[in-house]
């Protein structure tokens, strides 16, 4: 089965950084699939944060972390990439990532309702 792998997650103090990634070693065609961030925080639902294109032409951030995230991807090494900066307690979640349709503006949050299948994702806790 073809799967997505979530790591770089941990604690981190409020204005740090961290780089999550999302890795499919045994996902065959990783290259022609746009890839969704996606995050749940403590008794919120899921949201989406940003996805990529399969050429990394298109990249979408929900507003509250444009200019704060930056969403990249390495086919080569099958792995695509979530840049935080500057964080804050409020971006304490379990991130997720998933391949989603063509990475299109104005469709992010609508990504989820067609994602049936999740990996474990990793912890991001911005506490002090």
């Known amino acids: 089965q073809e799967r997505l792998v979530e790591s770089g997650g941990g604690l981190v103090l409020p204005g740090g950084s961290l780089r999550l990634s999302c890795t499919g070693s045994?996902?065959?065609?990783?290259?022609?699939?746009?890839i969704g961030w996606f995050r749940q925080a403590p008794g919120k639902d899921r949201e989406a944060v940003s996805c990529?294109?399969?050429?990394?032409?298109?990249?979408v951030y929900t507003d509250s972390v444009r200019g704060r995230f930056s969403i990249s991807r390495d086919n080569a090494k099958k792995t695509v990439y979530l840049q935080m900066n500057n964080l804050k307690p409020e971006h304490t979640a379990v991130y997720y990532c998933?391949?989603?349709?063509?990475?299109?503006?104005?469709?992010?949050?609508?990504?989820?309702?067609?994602?049936?299948?999740w990996g474990q994702g990793t912890q991001v806790t911005v506490s002090s």
């Open positions: 998933a391949p989603i349709p063509p990475c299109l503006s104005g469709y992010l949050a609508s990504y989820m309702d067609i994602i049936d299948t």
């Open positions: 990529i294109s399969d050429d990394s032409w298109t990249t």
């Open positions: 045994d996902f065959r065609r990783m290259d022609l699939r746009s």
